[in-house]
């Protein structure tokens, strides 16, 4: 499981901690994108008394996206079949990572931890931003004709070759938009994407990396994707009534 964390000190021990409980031969990769608070020295210390714990250690802030590319492709590099992603500040919880990987055992090439399907639930949120999600996830599937409730979930497990298909250089997407972005790839190159429910709690401890500001950069970005689906959709269109 990759974990990205910046400011996570207060959580990072709990979170790893309750994980390697939950599911003991799960591997874990904390990606910590330089945190002033000492997140990567908590980390560091518990890889030196648990071999299934290993940290890197990024200089700047870069983006979700970003942390989750390198410890994919690090992940990849180390030869594991399965490679996950979830939060460190508690709102996927671990307790729940067997539902995913039942998931996975099926058949499943993607699994998304769900909100917003049949048995998924929210805790701690304001209406607001209940609505701000689902308004988003709602626009992503029909603008990208995708067949997923919860496109911007980031608790999930993937095969490696999914992975290795969906090219993860090409990927440019850097914040929350990430998890839309592969979503798609995935779903574009014909793998399997199962949604299984979860109960996602609203972090206890820290601040929140949610802002308007990525929020509008993620719909940009999702009409952007949308806008080109739909000409190339055209194209195929009138090549088919000249042929």
């Known amino acids: 499981m990759v974990i990205p964390t910046y400011n996570e000190a207060s959580n990072i021990e709990w979170i790893v901690g309750r994980l390697r409980t939950a599911e003991p031969d799960v591997h874990v990769l904390v990606v910590d994108d330089g945190s002033p608070d000492g997140t990567g020295?908590?980390?560091?210390?518990?890889?030196?008394?648990?071999?299934?714990?290993?940290?890197?250690?990024?200089?700047?802030?870069?983006?979700?996206?970003?942390?989750?590319?390198?410890?994919?492709?690090?992940?990849?590099e180390r030869g594991f079949d399965v490679i996950g992603e979830m939060d460190a500040d508690g709102s996927h919880q671990p307790e729940q990572l067997h539902r995913l990987r039942e998931a996975l055992a099926d058949g499943a090439d993607l699994v998304i931890g769900s909100r917003w399907v049949p048995?998924?639930?929210?805790?701690?949120?304001?209406?607001?931003?209940?609505?701000?999600?689902?308004?988003?996830?709602?626009?992503?599937?029909?603008?990208?004709?995708?067949?997923?409730?919860?496109?911007?979930?980031?608790?999930r497990l993937f095969r490696r070759e999914v992975l290795e298909a969906i090219d993860l250089s090409s990927v440019q997407s850097a914040g929350y938009v990430f998890q839309t972005d592969l979503a798609h790839r995935t779903l574009r190159h014909g793998f399997r994407v199962v949604e299984v429910p979860i109960e996602f709690v609203e972090r206890e401890r820290g601040?929140?990396?949610m802002s308007g500001q990525v929020a509008s950069e993620s719909l940009r970005r999702i009409t952007?994707?949308?806008?080109?689906e739909r000409r190339a959709q055209l194209r195929r269109l009138v090549g088919r009534r000249s042929a």
């Open 207 to 209: 601040d929140s990396k």
């Open 119 to 155: 048995g998924g639930s929210i805790v701690n949120w304001p209406k607001s931003r209940e609505l701000l999600s689902r308004g988003g996830n709602l626009y992503a599937r029909i603008l990208l004709g995708m067949p997923v409730r919860d496109a911007t979930a980031g608790y």
């Open 224 to 228: 952007l994707w949308g806008l080109a």
């Open 41 to 76: 020295k908590i980390a560091d210390e518990l890889a030196a008394h648990d071999d299934h714990v290993q940290v890197l250690h990024r200089t700047e802030k870069a983006g979700l996206g970003a942390a989750y590319l390198h410890g994919f492709s690090v992940a990849l």
